[in-house]
């Protein structure tokens, strides 16, 4: 059983930074990637970002102001969000995913709390 949990998230205005963090169990990081998803209020989760040990990818929505990082000795998975928009708003989750050149899919079906982020004026 792979658990992550996710932390950092919080209440800000637009254009502000908020790092999330993503603690997993074990050394799972050099088994698997781990992707960031967000759901947004009335929406289902999507994919925003992910990380392997091949590099990142990012959906359009926050290409050129989050970056995703990781660090291996810690299990910890890092989400920098930078410029900050309203649109940015939801629970963030992070999950354990395998990832070829064309997507990423999480490996099991099981969700921790997520961190809520709240953007707005």
């Known amino acids: 059983q792979i658990h992550l949990v996710e932390s950092g998230g919080g209440s800000v205005q637009p254009g502000a930074s908020l790092t999330l963090s993503c603690v997993a169990t074990?050394?799972?990081?050099?088994?698997?990637?781990i992707g960031w998803y967000r759901q947004a209020p009335g929406k289902e989760r999507e994919l925003v970002a992910a990380?392997?040990?091949?590099?990142?990818t990012y959906t359009d929505s926050i290409k050129g102001r989050f970056t995703i990082s990781r660090d291996k000795a810690n299990n910890t998975v890092w989400l920098q969000m930078n410029s900050l928009k309203p649109e940015d708003t939801g629970v963030y989750y992070c999950?354990?995913?395998?990832?070829?050149?064309?997507?990423?899919?999480?490996?099991?079906?099981?969700w921790g709390q997520g961190t809520q982020v709240t953007v707005s004026s």
């Open positions: 999950g354990a995913v395998l990832c070829t050149a064309v997507e990423c899919r999480k490996v099991h079906d099981n």
């Open positions: 074990d050394s799972i990081l050099s088994v698997y990637g």
């Open positions: 990380v392997t040990s091949g590099g990142s």
